[in-house]
C-alpha cells in the first residue's frame, strides 16, 4: 500500500514550513508585511490538505481500513524504512485507533489555529512555524521506532520554544527557557530508560537484527510483543527493574502531561505564549504525555502499572483536586484555564488508573475531546487580551453587553469545560465518574475516592460560573469599558476568530451528541489492549466495565 | 580486515602508507619557502655572472602577497584531509613502521585514519576561517602600520597550524611513548605560540603565558612519568610496555609512572583538576585557534589517554587496572558536573564555550570508564568485547561530530570578533536581526551540542549514553532472556555515570539556550547595529559546519559505520 503518512503527514508540513521561512527570513521588514498574506495563505491550504488526508483516513477513502477491529499491536499504513542500520534504528510509522485520533486532532487544530490567529504579528515568520509544530506533532503520533519517537518528542520542543520566545508576553524569555529546561531534563531521563530498555532485550531477540551493531532494534511492535510474551510468565526483565523503567518512562510522561507536582511549568509557559502558541501546546502537545503512557510503559509493562495503580490513582486525584483549587484562586484568566488543564489531566490520570476498560476508553476520549475545548478556552482568552489589553478577570465587566461575541464563546467554552452534558468533555467525565465508582466497589477500595471527583464537580463549577460572573455578566448597562482602552470603542471578534470559535464549537457539540464517532474506536482500542494483554497477563482481576 | 605489513622507513609501500603527513611535510616546507622566492641572485666568484636562484631579493608579486601562506596552509590541509578521505574509500591498509631493527614506530591503521581525519578536518577549517580573522591587505603605500605587522606574521601563523597538525597525526600514529612525547610536543609548542599570537593585547599574553606555563608543567610530569616506566620496563614500546602490564603492573613504580603520564593528558583534554588553564586560553586566543584547542587538541589528548589506558595498561591485563578504573569514573562525573556547574556563570562565551568543552570531556571520559569496564567485572562479560567496540564507536564518532559544532560556533564567534569583540554575553544580543542565518548557524550548533534531535551532537551522545549501557547490562539482557532475575542494583556502576550524564544535559540546556535567547531576543550593543564584516571564507567554513551538524544528524549511518571499523581497529586483537 502506498505510504500515506511519512510523506504527506510527516515529511510534507516540515518541509513546506523550512522553504516557506528561509524565503520569508530573505526578505526586508517591508518586504515581510507584504508576505504575510501568501504566506498565510499557503500555510492556510497546507494544513487543510493535511486534514483532508486524515479525514479522508477516516472515511476509508485510502484503502478498505476499518478502525475498528484493529488488535493489538497491530497497525494501519504501516510502513518501515531504513533508517540507521547500524544501531537498528527504522524510519517506522503507522497508525491504530489509539495514534489515529490524536493524528487527526492535529491536523484539525492547525487550520483553526492558522484561523483564530489570523492577524498575529510577524506572521511571515509565524505561520510556517505553526506548520512545522504541526509536523513534529504528527511525528510523536506516527512514529513507531523509539528513536524516531525520541526524535520528535524533542524536535516539537523547538518551535514552540520560539512560539513563546518570540511573540510571548512581557515574561516569555523566563517562560520559555522553564518549559524548554523543565520537559527536557525529563525526557532525558525517559531517553535513558529508553535505551536501558533497549539493551535488556535479549540480543537476537525478538528479532535478529544481524545487520547492527548490537544486534538489537528500536521497533515499537516487536519490543511489545516481546515484552507481552516475556510478560506473560511473570514480571518481564524482573520485578526490581521492570518497576524502575517505568517510573523512568512515566517521569518524562508525566512532566509533559503534566500532573501535580510536575506541572509547575505549564502556567508560566501557557500565561506567556501566544494565542496560537497556547492553542496547540494545551491541544496537542499535552497530550503527548498521554499518548507516551499508553503507547510505552502502560504497553511493555503491566505489572508495574498495577503495582503504581495506587501512586498512580493518587498523583491523579492530587493533581485534579489541586488543578481545581488553584483556579478559584486565580485572577488571571489564562493561568485559570492553564491550571484547569492541570486538573483535566487529572480525570486522565484517574482513567488510567482504573484499570477498566471503560476508564481506559474514558482517558482516551479526554484526550480527545479536552483537545477540541481546551484550544477554544484558549482563544477566548486571546480574544480577551487582544481586545481588552488585559488579562485580569476583573478588566472587563458587563461583556454581555459590549462584546457579545466574546461573551457567547466564553460562556460556551467555558461550559464545555465544566462538563455540560451534550458537549464532549462531560461524555469523559461521565465514563471516567462511572470506571471509577465500578472499580472501587469492584476492588473494595475505599469509597472516600469518590469525595475527590465530587468535590472537583463542585469547585469546577464554581471558578468558571464566579469568573463569568464577573466577566460577562455583572455590571449590567451601566459598566465603563476597561482603562485600558483609553476610550476606544469596545471591540468585539474579528470575522476569522467568529469562524473559528464557530468551528470549535461545532466540534464540541458533535461529539458531545454523538460521542460514538470517535469513542466507538477508542473502546474498541481499549478492548483490544484489554483482552490482548491486560487479561492474558494480570488474569481477569475484576471483570471491567 | 587486511594483513599487517611492516615497512621499514623510505621502503617500498612507506610512501603510500604516509602520505597525509609527507602532503603537510611538503606544504610545511613550501610554507617556508615560497614567500621568501624573489629575484635574489648569485654572482659567481671572480665573473660578472649573476645567476639567478630565485630566493631573497625583491620579492615577486604574487610570492609577496600576504594572502598567500593562509592559502597555502588551508590547500596543504585540505589535500591532507581529502586525502585520507580516499584511503577510506579505497578500503584500509594496516602498515607498521619498523626500525631496521623491528622497534615499533608508527602504526597506520582505521583508528589512527579517524583521528587524521580530525584533526586535518579541524585544522584545515581553522585556517580558512582565520583568513577573515587575521586579516591581511595587499601591499601598498595605504597600509598601515599595524597592517604591515599583521602582513609580516601571517607565515608564522600558518606554519605553526601546519607543524601542529604534523604534530597530532604523529601522536595518533605513534607506537612508542618516546615517538609519541615527540608529536605532542610539536603539537603542544605550535598551540602555545598560537593562543599567544595576539601578544600585544593584554588578554592575549595572559592567556598564552598561563597555557604556556601550565601546559609546560603538565608535560614535564608527563616525562617524568615516562621515565619511571622506562626505568620499570626498559622500553616505551607499546608492545613492551603492555606485556609487562599484564605480568607485574599492579606494582607501586609503574602505577606511579602511568599516572603522571596521564596528567599530561588530562591537562589536553581539561579534564577536571587540570582544565584551570583552558577557559582563560580560550578566551584570550583567536576564535579560530580556541576552536582548535578545543576540537582537535582534545581529540589528541583523548587519543593519548585510549593508548595508554587501554593499549599499555588494558584491564584485562591486571587487577592493577582497576584502580584507574574507579578513579577515572570519579574524574568523569567530576569533570562534567563542574564543567556544566561552571559554565552556568560563565558571561563570556568564549568562557562558556571553555567550560562546555570541560564537560564534553567529562562525557568521553566516562564513555572510555566505561570501555575500561569489560571484563574487568564479572556481571560484564560475554557481550563486553562488542561492547567496548561501541563504546569507542561512540567516543570516535563524538569527536568527528564534535568538529563540526564546537568549531563552528567559534567560528560565529570569531566573526563577531573582527566586528569588535565576542568577550561578552551581549556581543551576541540581537544577531537574529543583524544576520538572521547566522544566528539560525549558531542556534545550531548550540542545541547540538545540548544535544536536541535531530542534530548531530544528539546522534553522538546518544550513542555514548548506548555505549555505557550496553557495559552496564552486559549479558543480563540475555540471561533475563534465560528467566534470570536482576535487579537494578545489579547492573555495573558505569549504568550511574549514564545517568549523571543525561541529568548534566538537562542542566547544560540552561546556557545554551540563554545564547539562543540573547541572539533571537535582546537588542544588539550599542553602536554595533549594522551588519557583520564580510568574509566568505568563514561563512563557507560555517556552512560546512552546519551540514556536518545536520546531514550526521539526520542520516549518520555510515559515519557511524565508519567509526566503528575504526574502533575494532584499534588494537591488533580487536
Known sequence: MQDWISLPLVGFPLIASVILLAFVSRADAKMRERLVGPVRMACLVFSLVLLMVTTGMFFQYFGDISWEGISFNSYVFYKQYSWIESLGIHWTVGLDALSFPMVWLTTFLLPV??????????????????????????????????????????????????????WGGADRKYASQKFFIYTFTASVVMLLGLITLYFFQDPGNPLDYAGTMTGRSFDIPSITQYAFAENSDGWYLGANIQKVLFAMLMLG?????????????LPDAHVQAPTGGSMLLAGVMLKMGAYGMFRLPLSLFPHALEYFQLVLMTIGMISL??????????????????????????????????????????????????GIISPM??????????????????????????????????????????????????????????????????????????????????????????????????????????????????????????????????????FGVMPWIGLDMMHDWTKQIFEGLIMPILGDFNGGV | MSNLSRVEPFSDGFVSAMCPELILFAGMLALILIPNLGKGTFRIPGTQIRLPWLLGGQRF????????????????????????????????????????????????????????????????????????????????????????YNNRRQADFYILMVTCALGMSVVALAQDLFVLFIGLELASFSTYVLVAFLKESKVGAESGMKYFIVGSVASGVGLYGLSMLYLWAGS??????????????????????????????????????????????????????????????????????????????????????????????????????????????????????????????????AALTAVGAWNWDSTVSGDASAAAVAVMTALLLHLVVLVAFKLGAFLVLSILESDGGASRLSSLGGLAKREPLLAVAMFIFMISLAGVPPMAGFLSKLLVIMGIVRVAVGDMGAEIADGGMYAIGDLHWVWWLALLMVLNSAISMFYYLRVGVVMFFEEPEEGREGPL??????????????????????????????????????????
Request: proline share 4%; glycine share 8%; with cysteine.
Open chain 1, 253 to 265: 510522561f508525566l512532566v509533559k502531561l503534566p500532573a501535580v507536582p510536575f506541572h509547575t511549568w
Open chain 2, 533 to 574: 564584516p564580510a568574509g566568505w571564507q568563514v561563512r563557507t567554513a560555517i556552512l560546512a559546519c552546519v551540514l556536518v551538524t545536520l546531514l550526521v544528524g539526520v542520516a549518520g549511518d555510515s559515519l557511524i559505520r565508519l567509526c566503528e571499523m575504526a574502533a575494532q581497529s584499534l588494537n591488533y586483537e580487536w
Open chain 2, 61 to 148: 608579486k604574487i610570492t609577496s602577497d600576504p594572502r598567500l601562506p593562509s592559502w597555502l596552509a588551508t590547500i596543504t590541509l585540505t589535500a591532507a584531509f581529502l586525502n585520507v578521505l580516499y584511503i577510506f574509500s579505497q578500503g584500509l591498509d594496516r602498515t607498521l613502521i619498523v626500525t631496521d631493527s623491528g622497534k615499533e614506530l608508527l602504526l597506520i591503521n582505521g583508528f589512527s585514519r579517524v583521528f587524521e581525519l580530525i584533526f586535518f578536518g579541524a585544522l584545515a577549517l581553522a585556517s580558512l576561517a582565520s583568513m577573515n580573522r587575521l586579516q591581511v591587505h595587499g601591499i601598498g603605500s595605504k597600509v598601515s602600520e599595524s597592517e604591515l
Open chain 1, 321 to 370: 483536586v489541586w488543578g481545581a483549587i488553584v483556579c478559584l484562586g486565580q485572577t488571571n484568566l489564562k493561568k485559570m484555564v492553564a491550571y484547569s488543564s492541570v486538573s483535566h489531566m487529572g480525570v486522565i490520570l484517574i482513567g488510567i488508573a482504573t484499570m477498566q476498560p471503560m476508564g481506559w476508553a474514558a482517558a482516551l476520549f479526554m484526550m480527545f475531546a479536552h
Open chain 2, 236 to 365: 616505551l614500546q607499546f608492545s613492551v610496555l603492555s606485556v609487562a602490564f599484564a605480568e607485574s603492573g599492579t606494582t607501586a613504580l609503574p602505577l606511579i609512572g602511568i599516572g603522571f603520564v596521564l596528567v599530561g593528558f588530562g591537562f589536553k583534554v581539561s579534564a577536571v583538576p587540570f582544565h584551570f588553564a583552558a577557559p582563560d586560553a580560550y578566551a584570550g586566543a583567536t576564535s579560530p585557534v580556541a576552536g582548535v584547542l578545543a576540537t582537535a587538541s582534545k581529540a589528541m589528548g583523548m587519543l593519548g589517554l585510549v593508548r595508554m589506558l587501554l593499549i599499555v595498561a588494558a584491564p584485562e591485563s591486571s587487577d592493577g587496572s582497576a584502580i584507574w578504573l574507579v578513579c577515572l569514573g570519579a574524574i568523569a562525573a567530576i569533570t562534567m558536573t563542574w564543567g556544566n556547574l561552571a559554565a552556568l556563570g560563565s558571561d563570556n562565551p568564549k568562557r562558556m564555550l571553555a567550560y562546555s568543552s570541560v564537560a564534553h570531556a567529562g562525557y568521553m571520559l
Open chain 1, 113 to 166: 489555529t492558522i484561523i483564530a490567529t489570523w492577524n498575529e504579528k510577524n506572521g511571515a515568520m509565524y505561520f510556517p512555524i505553526l506548520l512545522a509544530m504541526g509536523g513534529a506533532l504528527i511525528g510523536v503520533f506516527v512514529a513507531l521506532d523509539l528513536f524516531m519517537f525520541y526524535v520528535f518528542w524533542e524536535l516539537t520542543l523547538i518551535p514552540m520554544f520560539f512560539l513563546i520566545l518570540v
Open chain 1, 377 to 510: 478556552l484558549f482563544a477566548v482568552c486571546g480574544a480577551f487580551k487582544h481586545h481588552y489589553h488585559s488579562m485580569e478577570i476583573g478588566a472587563m465587566r458587563g461583556m454581555a453587553k459590549h462584546s457579545p461575541w466574546i461573551a457567547t464563546s466564553m460562556m460556551f467554552s467555558w461550559m464545555a469545560s465544566l462538563g455540560l452534558p451534550l458537549l464532549a468533555g462531560f461524555v469523559a467525565e461521565l465514563m471516567m465518574l462511572i470506571a471509577l465508582w465500578y472499580f472501587l466497589v469492584a476492588e473494595g477500595w475505599s469509597v472516600f475516592w469518590m469525595v475527590g471527583p465530587a468535590l472537583v464537580l463542585a469547585v469546577t463549577a464554581a471558578y468558571y460560573l464566579w469568573s463569568m460572573q464577573r466577566t460577562i455578566f455583572e455590571g449590567g448597562d451601566e459598566t465603563q469599558p476597561p482603562e485600558s482602552l483609553h476610550g476606544e470603542p469596545v471591540p468585539d471578534l474579528a470575522s476569522p476568530e467568529k469562524l473559528a470559535m464557530l468551528i470549535l464549537a461545532a466540534f464540541t457539540i458533535l
